[in-house]
């Protein structure tokens, strides 16, 4: 029979094994946190980089289809698929292109919006598909990228970079 002594310390050590175990549970919550915000930081910035980028090229170039292929173009260059042309994609990311250009032609819509048509002595706006928002639409091509592939499309950005070695002269 244990004594009261020996009671009170396996009653003691239990609650240290609890406590441990808390912290544990703890410390495995705060970094899943930590690591989820890293990640929406680290793809709001650059869905702030792809989008940014199309938006410029959009404003650049007036005619609407030239303008759609190159902020195509620079978005795919960026993530390094392409170094030249769409050509060089494969009919595998047929269904990334048929999601983002709709995207494009919103931003080079906004860039260059269609003037004012005159209707007599009134003058009316002049009639476009509405719009949507490009932001909204560029989380729902992300949404189905990584529903469609396992992994999210800003994942992309990252690439591995070998080590440099250090040379002393």
């Not at 030249?84 to 292109?97: T, V």
């Not at 928002?133 to 592939?149: C, G, S, V």
């Amino acid at each position: 029979m244990p004594t009261a002594a020996e009671t009170l310390i396996a009653r003691l050590q239990a609650d240290c094994t609890a406590a441990e175990a808390a912290e544990r549970l703890v410390r495995a919550t705060v970094e899943a946190q930590i690591q989820a915000a890293e990640r929406a930081r680290a793809f709001a910035w650059r869905r702030l980089s792809a989008l940014s980028d199309m938006a410029r090229v959009a404003a650049l170039e007036p005619d609407r289809e030239l303008a759609v292929e190159r902020q195509l173009e620079a978005l795919f260059r960026e993530i390094g698929w392409i170094e030249g042309s769409l050509a060089e994609l494969g009919e595998g990311a047929r269904p990334l292109l048929d999601w983002l250009r709709p995207i494009a032609e919103t931003l080079h819509a906004e860039a260059h919006p269609a003037p004012a048509e005159p209707d007599g002595a009134n003058v009316q706006p002049a009639r476009e598909p509405p719009l949507t928002d490009p932001i909204a639409a560029f989380r729902a091509f992300e949404a189905w990228y990584e529903a469609e592939r396992g992994e999210a499309f800003l994942q992309v950005y990252e690439r591995y970079m070998p080590a440099t070695p250090v040379v002393e002269f």
